[in-house]
Every structure is written in structure tokens, then in C-alpha cells.
């Protein structure tokens, strides 16, 4: 049976390019000092036996090591056997003709626990590194479930998702972080979106080109960063990892991140890319005169906020959507239930809000048919006497068609029937796809919307956490390469910061330094949106954010699990 708890340790350091002796002192330094803390997993950082930046192919191959039998491998060894303990690192491993950036755990008897390839290969990788071959490994150790995965991998929701389907409760991600919104938001966000915790080394210093600004920690399944080492500096941190912390999926109370999940749902994330929608449109020219608009979040809905003149009712929604459209906002989104005074509804006002759905659309169709505008309309539709949360969207020529929410809540499930795909519409000012409140803990969901092809995704919602805004909506939108446009409730237990996100996210990590929240019942949150942005899939150069996934690994996505195997 796997500790209930266990100390593990974080390490910080720069290797020297080329150099195992030094880098085999560095990790002998660092794993003793690690042990002196308690630790019984150290982790180091990527390509940590050889450095990273070599001078071409031919010198990557002259330095990388076989498994087993290399030199920081076989130094590796003897310390786990020496202290007792698990030890990861990145490695650059030789395995034939092929060179491959890898993420190897060390058990207490210096043996191979998991062998892992990088799969996601930022630009530098590319130069010398094959793709991995060797899919998304999960071990059972006396540590707990335990899964690896090398950097940039963490930017793609896929991997970290499948290790997580697979039981993983620790995630070990040995990594070379060029930014630090690598470590302080998707870290997190990888973290909670799963209910894992996430070990993950970097380096810090300069190696050759690259900066490093260090960001190694230790997140909890609820995506807090309970352990750090500062930026610019070396050393080790070390944190308590409580698995059960990381067999609670719960969410919302009564909800599960894991139980919740619709495989039927998510199909196309395991289509080969050549096959997917989106890798036709990154091909289909556009003009550039015509292919830019604004969008906004329009913070506002009915409620009942206090007596007088604080009640916001349909009236006042349609009002505020009416001024948006007139200043030449051209997609806009109300937050979720927007024309109910509950944020989340029961049966009887479900009820109610589908018989008026009809009268709420056809006036914002007047309101798209004056200003040539879209607009989402949220609220519920009836389907042969089923009750569906639902999202109709609007133009200029009246629906455009609805989409029906496939992630329900306790409370929903009572009385709605839920959804059972991620549609696209075209749109005239590109192809919008919508996710609805709780879809959007889900990665699946804009996930499934970006391999759709999708430009702008919209997210009307009625937040509950702070991770929400704070760590999902950012990568909801630059992992997909879209537009978000998120409009939230002022009624909801974490109301308003209703925002808009640019396809490749915003220039600092902090969200609340770059869009502060506001609480303002009206407030509209517009941006500009370029969709020869949206359409361009690479986050650098050679590294497309679709193009690049390797689908045959991704099994877990879409295979039911069966009860026994889902954590509460």
C-alpha cells in the first residue's frame, strides 16, 4: 500500500552544457541536501545531464546517454540505492538512431520506475529531438500513482489529462521554463483542472540564447502553489504530497471533475489532425480588411439585487445589449441563465425560462438585424418535452443555430437533459463556438472547440471559483489559439471579472493585473479580434498547437471509466 503521505522535493539549478561531471555533483549536492529534508522524491529539471542547447544534431547525439548505462543515469542509480528514495530528471537519451528528450523516475533501487519521451517539442527540440514514442506511462509506486511529463507538454490539456484518467494523484514535470506563466498559471491550472498535485523542476540562469527564470514548485489538486523556489536563484523546495487530497475530485459540492466527463462528447480529440477542421482553415485565405471585429462581455442579466433601483430586469439586459451593438461591437455574450433572477435555476424556473426562450431570442434577432452583429443568448430550451440549458445563438438573418450545455451541475441535473456535442457556427465575423458554465472546468470542452476550428469561443458562465478566472480562462484561450470571451453572473458565489482573452493570452501571468475584476452590474468587456490571429496555430515557430498532438496517445480521452476507477 502506497504512504498516505509523503515529503517531496523540488531542485533548481543550471546544468553545464556537455559536462556529467558537473552536473552529476550538482544533482549529488542537491538530492543529499533534499534527503536532509526528508524528502523521498526529488525531482530535477529537464535535460539535466547534458544541458540543452547544443551546437547542432551530431553534438546531441555525441552527448546523449543510453538507458541504462549512461553516466548521470548510472550516478542517478546509485543515489536512489544510496538515500533510499525516487529520484526524476530529464535525460537526453540515445535509443538507436534516434535522440529523444526524456523524463525518467528512479525507484528506491535505482531501477527504472517510468521511462517517458517528450511528446509536445518547443522549437529547440525540434532541432535534434524525436517525438515521443513511448505515450503517457502511469506507475504504481509505494508513493502513491505516479506520472511524468517534460515542460512544454504541460501547455497541452491532453497529456496531463490522460495521466490524470489513468489514476495518476502526482504528476512529475521536469521542465526548462522559458516564461513564468509557464509555472504560475498553467501549472496551477493543470493542477486543479485534474485534482493532482504537480512536482515540477525548472532551471534558472542563462544557457547560451535562453533565459531561464526559474518557477519550480509544488501545486495541490486544487491548483495552490504550496511550495517555491524564487526566481533567479538555486535550491531546493520541499512540500507533505497527501494523496487523498488527490482522490477527491469533488467540485461544486456535489460534482466531480472526473465522473462529470463526456467521452461520447470528445471524439474528435482523438482524429488525426489531417482529418480535423481546424487543419483546413489554417489554410483558407482570408482578407485582411475583412477579418477583424470587436467582441464583448456584456456583464449584465436580470437579478434582484436589492430593492429599487438595483433590480436589473429583462428590460435592462436587452438595453445593454442594444448600446453595445450601436458602438460597433460585433459578437456578444450575456453571462449563463442572463434573463433568470437565480444563477442557477430550479425545476419551475427552468420551466419558465424555456417558454419565454423564444421571445428572447427573437429580440435579440432585432437587435442583430439593426446593429449586424451576433449575439449568444442564454437560457433554456424544450425538446420534446426534455428541458436543455442551452445557448442560441444570433445574426443579422436571425438563428444561427443553439447549443445545448454537455457538462451539467447537481443542481442541473434535476431537471435538464444535457447536450452531447460542441458545435461551430459560421458565423460573418468567423466561427464561434460556446461552452456554458461548468464545460468550462472541463479542457475537453475548448478543446473540442478548437479542433472544430473554432475562432472565438463564448463562455457565458456563473462562476463558483476563483480558479475559474484566474487559471482557466487564459489557457482556455491560448491553448486553442481563440478568442474567449467569458461574460459571468454578479449573483454567483465568485462573481463578475466578465473579460475578454486574446488568442495568445496576455502579456503577464496575473490576470487581475491585467484585467482587474469588476463588479459593476452593465460593465462591457470588449475586445478586438483579428482572425488571421485566431487561424494561425502555432504558439512559436514549428510548435502548432494542434498539428503537433500526437493523437494515438490520447486513448483515455474517450474511453469510459468504469465507477470503480473514479476518486471522489
Not at 551530431?58 to 543515489?79: K, N, R, S, Y
Not at 512544454?152 to 521542465?175: K, N, W, Y
Not at 475583412?290 to 438595453?319: C, M, N, R, W, Y
Not at 496575473?510 to 462591457?524: E, H, Q, R
Request: a negative charge; charged letters at 20%; hydrophobic letters at 45%.
Amino acid at each position: 500500500m502506497p504512504k498516505s503521505v509523503f515529503r517531496a522535493a523540488v531542485v533548481q539549478t543550471l546544468a553545464k552544457l556537455g559536462d556529467f561531471d558537473h552536473n552529476i555533483t550538482l544533482m549529488t549536492t542537491y538530492v543529499a541536501e533534499a534527503v536532509r529534508q526528508g524528502a523521498e522524491l526529488v525531482v530535477l529539471p529537464e535535460c539535466m545531464d547534458t544541458g540543452y542547447l547544443f551546437d547542432s544534431p551530431e553534438h546531441c547525439a555525441e552527448l546523449a546517454e543510453q538507458i541504462p548505462g549512461g553516466p548521470f543515469v548510472t550516478a542517478m542509480a546509485g543515489l536512489c540505492k544510496k538515500h533510499g528514495i525516487y529520484i526524476a530528471s530529464g535525460i537526453t537519451e540515445k535509443d538507436g538512431d534516434k535522440i529523444f528528450n526524456t523524463g525518467l523516475m528512479l525507484d528506491r533501487d535505482g531501477q527504472v520506475a517510468v521511462h517517458y519521451h517528450k511528446q509536445f517539442l518547443a522549437t529547440h527540440d525540434q532541432n535534434w529531438f524525436a517525438f515521443g514514442e513511448r505515450g503517457c506511462p502511469v506507475v504504481d509506486t509505494d508513493l502513491g500513482r505516479i506520472g511524468l511529463l517534460i515542460c512544454f507538454d504541460g501547455r497541452i490539456p491532453e497529456i496531463a489529462r490522460s495521466l490524470a484518467l489513468q489514476g495518476a494523484e502526482v504528476i512529475v514535470d521536469m521542465a526548462n521554463f522559458f516564461a513564468m506563466d509557464q509555472a504560475d498559471m498553467w501549472g496551477p491550472a493543470r493542477a486543479f483542472e485534474n485534482g493532482i498535485w504537480l512536482v515540477a523542476a525548472t532551471k534558472a540562469g542563462y544557457e547560451r540564447s535562453i533565459y531561464y527564470p526559474g518557477g519550480s514548485m509544488i501545486a495541490d489538486p486544487e491548483g495552490r502553489v504550496v511550495t517555491s523556489i524564487p526566481y533567479d536563484t538555486h535550491g531546493v523546495a520541499v512540500a507533505d504530497i497527501d494523496l487523498a487530497a488527490a482522490r477527491h475530485k469533488r467540485v461544486y459540492g456535489a460534482n466531480n471533475k472526473i465522473s462529470d466527463r463526456r467521452p461520447d462528447a470528445y471524439g474528435i480529440l482523438k482524429t488525426p489532425y489531417d482529418e480535423t477542421p481546424v487543419a483546413k482553415v489554417v489554410w483558407e485565405p482570408i482578407v485582411p480588411a475583412e477579418a477583424t471585429s470587436k467582441v464583448a462581455a456584456v456583464q449584465s442579466h436580470v437579478a434582484d439585487l436589492l430593492p429599487g433601483p438595483e433590480t436589473t430586469g429583462a428590460d435592462d439586459v436587452f438595453d445593454m445589449l442594444d448600446h453595445t451593438a450601436k458602438l460597433g461591437v460585433k459578437v456578444l455574450c450575456l453571462p449563463e441563465y442572463a434573463f433568470s433572477p437565480a444563477w442557477v435555476p430550479d425545476a419551475a424556473g427552468a420551466a419558465e425560462l424555456a417558454k419565454a426562450h423564444p421571445s428572447h431570442v427573437a429580440r435579440a434577432a432585432g437587435i442583430a438585424a439593426r446593429y449586424g452583429c451576433v449575439i449568444a443568448v442564454p437560457g433554456v430550451l424544450k425538446d420534446n418535452g426534455r428541458l436543455f440549458p442551452a445557448t442560441t445563438l444570433v445574426g443579422p438573418d436571425g438563428v444561427i443555430g443553439s447549443y445545448r450545455k454537455v457538462h451539467l451541475t447537481a443542481e442541473e441535473e434535476k431537471w435538464a437533459s444535457a447536450g452531447a456535442d460542441f458545435p461551430v457556427f459560421e458565423t460573418p465575423f468567423g466561427r464561434v463556438g460556446i461552452m456554458m458554465g461548468y464545460d468550462g472546468l472541463f479542457p475537453e470542452a475548448s478543446r473540442c472547440l478548437g479542433v472544430a476550428a473554432a475562432d472565438i469561443v463564448l463562455w457565458p458562465a456563473a462562476l463558483r471559483t476563483p480558479q475559474e478566472r484566474e487559471w482557466l480562462t487564459v489557457p482556455r484561450a491560448a491553448d486553442n489559439r481563440v478568442a474567449l470571451v467569458l461574460a459571468n453572473r454578479l449573483d454567483c458565489p465568485y462573481p463578475g471579472g466578465s473579460l475578454a482573452v486574446p488568442p495568445n493570452g496576455f502579456p503577464h501571468w496575473d490576470i487581475n493585473v491585467v484585467a482587474p475584476k469588476s463588479l459593476k452590474m452593465g460593465a462591457v468587456m470588449p475586445m478586438f479580434v483579428d482572425l488571421a490571429v485566431c487561424r494561425q496555430k502555432q504558439m512559436i515557430p514549428k510548435v502548432d498547437m494542434f498539428a503537433n498532438r500526437l493523437t494515438a496517445t490520447y486513448g483515455p480521452l474517450v474511453e469510459a471509466l468504469a465507477v470503480a476507477d473514479v476518486a471522489e
